[in-house]
């Protein structure tokens, strides 16, 4: 047992299984705990993890957070591992890189979407699970990085994700690699990269991989004049995002050219494209959205307010005279989705949401340019406003200044499904003092 504890490490990923099974390998065994605590756990090395990722999220977890002190050779188990095809347990202490029970499984299993069965469809058609935009091949060739024969027909799968591997295969690739991984799957605790996972182990530990462009992500809690110092000398990425929350850093903003808004009543000035006075945003909410839209050489101004989900009224107003200049009786705004505005500002205000005319009447004046955007919510703070549309650009475009409420969690959110070909690397300024 000495020398199997030297070179061994069993992981496991528990929810509420019982894990008797795992009592004579306890020295050399760490349970990653998502679900109910009871007695049986205290006899382990115990881990509590968030219930997310399926037990994807757990073997990466390891992987990342030990990268560095992993064992010889780590056994990765799920907590109950019977109803799967597996070896004896024994035989999951051999010399072999990669050991698992396989199957041969046609690379079409991949190339198409998964046809998910039993309690795992039924979750794919209600809602159970979070359904991803790829298929699994183009999620691990263009999103992961690795590179898949052309001419591959088979590949192996070890059902249950339940095998051993070694250190040395693990280390082929970097930790961020790990880490991009995770990116896809730490947030929902059903997500359909987690099955994708257990299809495709072998191929993501036995094959090469592209590297990706590095991306570095700052969340400033509270802007100092210090921090721009750091942010001006850390130049080892090849673009680098500043997360600024709005209701915080009102004094970030105004050094670098973003009104930011203390609270919900106040404007915040966004810098969306704008190219012949149209411009869009996508906008989400169950309040109110106030744009407000200041022209260059003349005094007026126009508030477009956007009706939300507790109000079935749009509306364009002239905002001198607090005046009601064209309505449209319907809500524009969803609390659950984004949805695409289109404003074309000329001699007439034309308003499109999805593409469909919902303003078209309001009579302005020739000549116009644009001065600046504004938007507000005058309620809670249930407006959000796509990322995309406010950010700040320095003159060489490796560095970007984004607004974002007061949350890390919806910044991780937006890079699920955007910079994919980037890895992207969580910047603590701490470590540059």
Not at 168 to 175: F, V
Not at 193 to 220: A, C, D, M, Q
Not at 286 to 304: G, R
Not at 358 to 379: T, V
């Amino acid at each position: 047992m000495e020398l199997i504890k030297k070179k061994f490490q069993i992981v496991v990923a528990r929810y509420n299984e019982d894990i008797r099974w795992l009592l004579p390998y306890k020295q050399i065994t760490t349970i990653y705990n998502k679900g109910v605590y009871n007695d049986i756990i205290n006899k382990f090395e115990t881990i509590t993890l968030k219930n997310v990722g399926r037990e994807s999220h757990t073997y990466l977890y390891h992987i990342v957070n030990n990268y560095n002190n992993l064992a010889d050779k780590t056994i990765f188990f799920q907590g109950k591992i019977d109803d799967h095809k597996i070896l004896d347990i024994e035989d999951y202490f051999g010399e072999d890189d990669f050991i698992g029970k396989f199957d041969n499984l046609q690379i079409n299993k991949l190339i198409d979407k998964i046809d998910h069965y039993g309690k795992y469809k039924n979750q794919y058609l209600n809602g159970g699970m979070k359904i991803s935009n790829y298929t699994p091949y183009i999620w691990l060739k263009n999103i992961i990085g690795i590179e898949l024969d052309q001419n591959l027909t088979f590949f192996k799968v070890v059902w249950g994700a339940n095998f051993a591997i070694s250190k040395n295969l693990i280390h082929k690739k970097p930790k961020i690699f790990y880490e991009n991984i995770l990116r896809y799957i730490e947030n929902d605790n059903n997500p359909e990269e987690g099955h994708f996972l257990e299809r495709s182990w072998y191929l993501i530990f036995n094959n090469n991989y592209t590297p990706k462009k590095n991306l570095g992500v700052i969340f400033i809690k509270n802007y100092s004049n210090r921090s721009e110092i750091i942010i001006n000398n850390i130049n080892n990425y090849d673009e680098l995002h500043i997360w600024c929350p709005i209701n915080s850093n009102f004094d970030l903003g105004l050094e670098n050219k973003i009104s930011y808004t203390p609270n919900n009543y106040k404007y915040l000035k966004i810098n969306p494209y704008l190219e012949n006075n149209e411009f869009y945003l996508n906008i989400k909410g169950n309040n109110d959205a106030h744009i407000l839209i200041e022209f260059e050489k003349y005094e007026e101004k126009y508030e477009i307010v956007l009706g939300g989900w507790n109000n079935t009224l749009s509306v364009i107003r002239d905002y001198i005279n607090n005046k009601i200049l064209y309505n449209y009786a319907k809500p524009t705004l969803n609390k659950y989705e984004f949805i695409k505005f289109n404003f074309q500002i000329s001699d007439k205000i034309i308003i499109k949401l999805n593409d469909e005319i919902i303003f078209n009447e309001a009579h302005i004046f020739e000549n116009i340019n644009i001065k600046s955007i504004k938007i507000k919510s005058c309620f809670d703070s249930f407006i959000f406003w796509d990322y995309n549309q406010n950010n700040y650009c320095d003159n060489n475009n490796s560095k970007k200044y984004l607004l974002c409420n007061n949350y890390y969690e919806n910044i991780k959110n937006f890079y699920i499904n955007n910079y994919n070909e980037y890895y992207i690397h969580e910047i603590d300024l701490l470590n540059y003092i």
